[in-house]
């Protein structure tokens, strides 16, 4: 039998914030409500792994399609989706007329319960929910010792991304987050070129999104549509009325669910810098957070964001200025790239990062780069690469959880977004929100999840959300009592 131990939590607690997990596991091997082991579930090469996807539809139904299409290569990967999860019984119908044969849920708590029970045999999650039931069901899969895959942001709040990365330490199996491009070949020529030295030492980078998902309002009276459960759908928010057309996106546009344009493509192109300037890596990191945008709504999310990071750590040598790392969106653009178009007399709007180094500048987005001036370009031959090229974002994924399975050698960091590193990504980026909408600077310590502010009270507060009674991340309600809940 496999040695992976239920997680035996010793405790739980917020300091300044952050949830720090103390756990207890060896090696693989899944678990139920009381910590009894489930029978071991290994896979052969040629034996699927088993998929359970919770959020169906939206973007959910193209992720996992995605990651079926990913699957179906050239050298495919035996992959078989077993269970469909979504608060929606459209979205969750229309799903299954693509996989018929899974086993259809609509509170995925029940999916886990079952999962514990040994009901149904699952190797590993797929989560496309919103942002703000992220944390809570990726917690139950890493409390059941499940490889799992989340969309970005990875959590809603600091504190749930704090808790999370605790809880992977803990888990030790593969993750991911759904930075697609993370995978891709320009991506990692770009991280390629800034290390090299290509335009020598980087003092700031820009990163920009044209589109707003701003200004959500309530909508009183409106009637929730028959195909939804509205409370699951709130998931561990306090309840509150329908708002109207809030499904399948533009929950994006509220603060109690989403974070915006920040919230929804930071972790996409900030990925790009964070990643180059290697601070994923960097202990004692620090920053001083500021954010500016139209007057504060409780409610909705800004028309448009502009957030800076100026970042310090203890081996940057002394004296030297901070990074800086600056943010625009709503139609925003960087005014550095303004000005380069303006001297070039051409339109770099299609970019969406821009490195300046010592030497010169980079320009970037999905696709492509551009090495400014074109007399520096001239001289800059791409380094030999050093960064594998994986064949797809999930299929890196996919991969690592079939190592895993068969039992070969594994870490934790076999993929590129894993949760240690994701989960501070999603932390620089979340800091951002919390600067805006306490209205003032903050100071932010990445190793103690520690702010200092003017009003640190109202930032620290923002760090978290309030929370429904059992969908919180305390061991009690991940490890809950199976009888506890009525299928829906």
């Known amino acids: 039998m496999n040695r992976r131990h239920f997680l035996q939590i010793t405790g739980f607690s917020f300091a300044a914030s952050s949830a720090l997990w103390s756990c207890q596991t060896s090696s693989r091997q899944r678990c139920t409500s009381d910590g009894t082991p489930i029978a071991k579930y290994r896979r052969e090469r040629d034996q699927s792994l088993r998929l359970a996807c919770i959020g169906v539809g939206g973007r959910g139904l193209d992720s996992m399609m995605e990651l079926l ?30 996989i018929p044969s899974a086993k259809r849920y609509r509170d995925f708590r029940l999916l886990y319960r079952d999962i514990q029970s040994g009901a149904i045999e699952i190797d590993a999650i797929l989560i496309s929910t919103p942002d703000h039931t992220h944390a809570f069901a990726t917690a139950m899969a ?8 989340c969309e970005k942001p990875l959590t809603h709040t600091v504190a749930e991304a704090r808790t999370i990365a605790a809880m992977t330490r803990t888990a030790e199996v593969p993750t991911q987050m759904g930075t697609q491009i993370h995978a891709g070949n320009n991506y990692r020529t ?14 700031f980078a820009d990163c920009w999104d044209k589109r707003s998902w701003c200004c959500g309002k309530l909508t009183p009276g409106a009637i929730v549509p ?33 974070s915006g344009t920040l ?46 990071w100026a970042l310090t750590w203890p ?21 550095t790239a303004q000005e380069l178009a303006a001297k070039d007399k051409q339109d770099y709007s299609r970019f969406s990062t821009l490195f300046q180094g010592s030497k010169g500048f980079l320009l970037a987005n999905y696709n492509e780069y551009l090495i400014l001036p074109g007399a520096l370009a001239a001289t800059v031959t791409p380094p030999t690469p050093t960064l594998t090229r994986p064949a797809g974002h999930h299929l890196e994924w996919i991969n690592a959880v079939r190592a895993w399975t068969m039992d070969l050698p594994t870490n934790s960091a076999m993929t590129g977004s894993n949760f240690e ?26 190793d ?6 003017a009003n640190a009270k109202r930032a620290t507060e923002l760090m978290t959300a309030p929370c429904r009674d059992g969908w919180t991340l305390n061991p009690t309600d991940l490890f809950f009592d199976p009888t506890r809940f009525q299928i829906r």
């Open 69 to 98: 299409a990913e699957c179906d290569g050239p050298n495919p990967q035996f992959v078989e989706v077993r269970a469909l999860c979504d608060v929606d019984l459209g979205m969750l119908d229309a799903a299954a007329t693509r």
């Open 142 to 149: 890493l409390a059941c010792g499940l490889p799992v895959y």
């Open 190 to 203: 770009v991280v390629e070129l800034i290390r090299s030295g290509a335009i020598g030492e980087v003092s």
């Open 226 to 258: 028959a195909t939804l459960d509205w409370d699951l759908w709130q998931g561990p928010t306090l309840a509150s009325a329908y708002i109207k057309d809030v499904t399948p996106g533009n929950w994006r546009r509220y603060w109690k669910y989403g």
């Open 263 to 308: 919230g929804d493509m930071a972790c996409h192109i900030l990925d790009l810098p964070f990643w180059a300037l290697g601070l994923a890596e960097e202990r004692g990191l620090r920053a001083e957070i500021r954010a500016d945008g139209p007057a504060l709504d409780d409610v909705g999310c800004p028309a448009s964001l502009e957030v800076s």
């Open 315 to 335: 081996s940057r040598p002394k004296g030297k200025d901070p990074l800086i790392l600056r943010w625009f969106d709503g139609g925003q653009i960087s005014p």
């Open 421 to 446: 590193y994701a989960s501070r990504l999603t932390e620089l980026v979340l800091c951002g929100a919390v600067a805006y909408r306490s209205q003032a600077p903050i100071t932010y310590d990445f």
């Open 448 to 453: 103690s999840g520690v702010i200092s502010a």
